[in-house]
């Protein structure tokens, strides 16, 4: 077993006992789970921007910000007439 594979089953040890071991890898329960779970943290919301636009980002933002805990953001806004572009939503191809 080469130094790093060894270096990786200690750190797999270590994230199956509790331990983060990759920054932004909280609640995996393994190495690998904690290293997806950093990645889909650092580029989630990139990735949806490039996904929808720039437009369709801001727009989806606008309508989060109106969610409460006994509403979605979209039935709040309905019933403050705010109007919500989800035209602006659609993947970009």
Same mark, same amino acid.
């Given at each position: 077993? $080469?130094?790093?594979?060894?270096? *990786?089953? !200690?750190?797999?040890?270590?994230?199956?006992?509790? &331990?983060?071991?990759?920054? /932004? @890898?909280?609640?995996?329960?393994?190495?690998?789970?904690?290293?997806?779970?950093a990645e889909g943290r $650092?580029?989630?919301?990139?990735? *949806?921007? !490039?996904?929808?636009g720039t437009e369709g980002?801001? &727009?989806?933002?606008?309508? /989060? @910000?109106?969610?409460?805990?006994?509403?979605?953001?979209?039935?709040?806004?309905?019933?403050?007439?705010?109007?919500?572009?989800?035209?602006?939503?659609?993947?970009?191809?």
């Amino acid at each position: 077993m $080469s130094s790093e594979q060894k270096q *990786r089953a !200690e750190l797999d040890q270590r994230a199956k006992q509790g &331990e983060t071991v990759v920054p /932004g @890898g909280t609640g995996g329960k393994s190495l690998e789970a904690q290293e997806h779970l950093a990645e889909g943290r $650092s580029r989630g919301g990139q990735t *949806r921007k !490039e996904q929808i636009g720039t437009e369709g980002y801001q &727009e989806m933002g606008r309508k /989060g @910000g109106m969610s409460s805990l006994d509403q979605s953001g979209g039935e709040r806004a309905a019933e403050e007439g705010i109007d919500i572009d989800e035209s602006k939503f659609r993947t970009r191809g």
